[in-house]
């Protein structure tokens, strides 16, 4: 050993030491005084606790941190923190609720069974009741503006017998004019007040003048549509059965079918942009595309729980319910 390294050793050992207390003398009886270190960001889709068992129907991302969901026996949940907490909302019903939009950050509507309609002006904090007729259970709503909008649905009772309706509010749903769509009618979509698709089974149903005339138009689907979903007013994506994606870029009324990479049944789809979009399918399924449906790729939900609904605040915050209660939340996009 050099004369150089043993002069220098004893000091070199109370450098280490030194360090050592340093890092140890900032905690005392397990309050440290040091600085927090930061939680690593989670990756993918992890479970949020929603304290219900009822079937989640359908949930609007208002912005990354507000959400809202809708489920059955009336169940509405509400997060202002990104999904840490979910506050139940008094609905001031039992009945099933199946749909929510929202126009804007404040203004929203629910529909749901025995001919429930909701609205709220406050971002969802309250709602109040507005009366359609209760002879039809109210499952799909497509909002135009504070006036305009369309709601769909079928008989009450078992099965699906019955008269079919489709309706439409040009006074924030003080009134609804009736329409007969002519069968079960699965989903209705409005792109603006002109324009707008309404789906029978896999017949696809569009219109340019604001629902006084209706066009068939092909869709290709194999059996059903689940979803139907306007970006723009020409730009609208479909799903439904044995994975069936589409995408029109003439406003409905021609579509080209994607490879969706699932011949599950696909219950829900949001799309952010020309970019991003998701789907969810039985049975915790859930896909997305990077590059608008050219390629679809599956992501882990860690579940097999029944999905319903999935929808984005931006590109990297999402959620998706299920039919067992379950709240599933990403903050990458579902990457990871």
């Known amino acids: 050993m050099s004369p150089l390294y043993r002069s220098a050793a004893p000091y070199l050992a109370l450098v280490i030491l030194a360090a050592l207390l340093m ?6 009886d397990k309050v440290c005084d040091c600085e927090d270190i930061p939680e690593a960001t989670p990756t993918g889709w992890f479970r949020q606790e929603s304290n219900t068992t009822a079937s989640l129907q359908d949930i609007v991302a208002i912005d990354a941190q507000t959400a809202i969901i809708v489920g059955d026996t009336g169940t509405i949940l509400r997060t202002a923190n990104g999904g840490e907490t979910w506050t139940p909302v008094v609905s001031g019903t039992p009945s099933n609720l199946y ?18 309609f909701l609205k709220t002006t406050d971002a969802g904090l309250t709602w109040s009741a507005h009366n359609v007729d209760d002879s039809y259970h109210l499952r799909k709503i497509s ?16 099965g699906e017998e ?3 309706v489709l309706l439409k509010t040009t006074d924030g749903g003080d009134t609804w004019a009736y329409q007969d769509p002519g069968g079960i009618l699965n989903e209705v979509a409005f ?13 696809l149903y569009r219109t340019t003048d604001g629902g006084d005339n209706w066009t068939e138009e092909v869709s290709n689907a194999p ?3 689940a979803t139907l979903f306007y970006t723009d007013v020409n730009t609208a994506w479909a799903a439904g059965s044995q994975g069936y994606v589409a995408r029109s ?4 009324k021609t579509w080209v ?11 829900g789809l949001f799309v952010l942009d020309a970019t991003h979009a998701w789907y969810v399918a039985r049975i915790g399924v859930i896909a997305t595309t990077r590059d608008n449906g050219v390629i679809w790729t599956f992501q882990y939900s860690g579940t097999t729980e029944v999905f319903t609904s999935v929808s984005f605040a931006d590109a990297d915050a999402g959620w998706v319910v299920g039919e067992s209660g379950g709240i599933y939340k990403t903050v990458t996009g579902g990457e990871g």
Do not use: K
């Not at 909002?143 to 078992?158: C, M, N, Y």
């Not at 007040?193 to 017949?203: E, F, K, N, P």
């Not at 079918?257 to 219950?267: D, E, G, K, L």
């Open 249 to 252: 870029d003439d406003a409905g």
């Open 191 to 203: 792109a603006d007040a002109d324009t707008g698709c309404y789906v029978i089974g896999s017949t």
């Open 143 to 158: 909002i135009v503006d504070a006036g305009i909008g369309w709601v769909g649905g079928g008989p009450r009772g078992a």
């Open 257 to 267: 079918v994607q490879v969706s990479a699932t011949s599950r049944n696909i219950r």
């Open 99 to 116: 749909g929510i939009e929202m126009l804007d950050a404040a203004c929203g509507w629910i529909v749901g069974a025995d001919g429930t």
């Open 23 to 28: 890092l140890t003398s900032c905690c005392d």
């Open 162 to 164: 019955g008269p079919h």
């Open 223 to 225: 059996s059903w549509f």
